[in-house]
């Protein structure tokens, strides 16, 4: 059972425009959700995150929106770069007995096209 | 946010041999998790360590075949064990660390011949 979705496994952007990677959830107790970035060969990297007492945070060319009510978020990327082609994962982090344990998507692979 | 220095950074393995994954953090942390990450899929949790006890592993995943080391609150051990080439694979090691997210190590990249 896959407590974190990405149901689109690979999206395709032109350059300088938007690039938005969903992620839906069903387990209400996460309270943390973080996007991370995978390059090929690579650990993935964090990229931004939000706690569930918001329902926006922005960095920089990119923005994550969380709605609780739908157990969805996403990230915005404006504007697209070819440097922003990786895999993007979303994760969920939930308080329990072992700790801040972590739920990963799928991932989605970007294409950004120059 | 933590630095982690994750070794070796690739291996290639003989099928029945064992393989140990180390991982240095710059600060000291109470948790650390190891993930493993095969082709075409997520990351999955294998266990989270903890200093001074023994690590929790998760379903599908058992200390004879996945023994950790916590022995302090900067450095942890994951030994891949009896291998063979289903266990090739990424492993990560992260540390819990609220103020950037999850830090990753860089990762291990396993291939099992």
């Known amino acids: 059972d896959q407590q974190v979705k990405q149901n689109s496994p690979s999206l395709s952007v032109q350059e300088g425009r938007i690039s938005i990677l969903n992620c839906d959830y069903t387990n209400s107790m996460f309270d943390y959700f973080l996007w991370y970035k995978k390059y090929p060969a690579e650990g993935p990297t964090f990229l931004i995150s939000i706690s569930s007492i918001k329902d926006k945070n922005e960095d920089g060319r990119f923005t994550v929106f969380l709605n609780k009510s739908a157990k969805h978020l996403s990230l915005h990327i404006v504007p697209s770069q070819p440097g922003d082609s990786a895999v993007y994962f979303c994760a969920a982090s939930a308080v329990d007995n072992a700790g801040n344990m972590l739920t990963f998507g799928g991932g989605t692979r970007l294409m950004v096209k120059p | 946010s933590a630095v982690i220095s994750q070794k070796p950074s690739r291996d290639i393995c003989q099928r029945g041999t064992s393989l140990t994954i180390q991982c240095q953090v710059d600060s000291q942390v109470t948790m650390m998790f190891w993930y493993r990450q095969q082709p075409g899929q997520s990351l999955t949790l294998i266990a989270t360590?903890?200093?001074?006890?023994?690590?929790?592993?998760e379903s599908g995943f058992v200390i004879d075949k996945f023994p950790i080391s916590r022995p302090n609150l900067t450095f942890s051990t994951l030994t891949v064990s009896n291998m063979s080439p289903e266990d090739s694979s990424i492993y990560l090691c992260?540390?819990?660390?609220?103020?950037?997210?999850?830090?990753f190590g860089s990762g291990t990249r396993l291939t099992v011949v």
């Open positions: 360590a903890n200093q001074g006890s023994e690590a929790t592993y």
């Open positions: 992260s540390v819990d660390d609220r103020a950037d997210g999850y830090t």
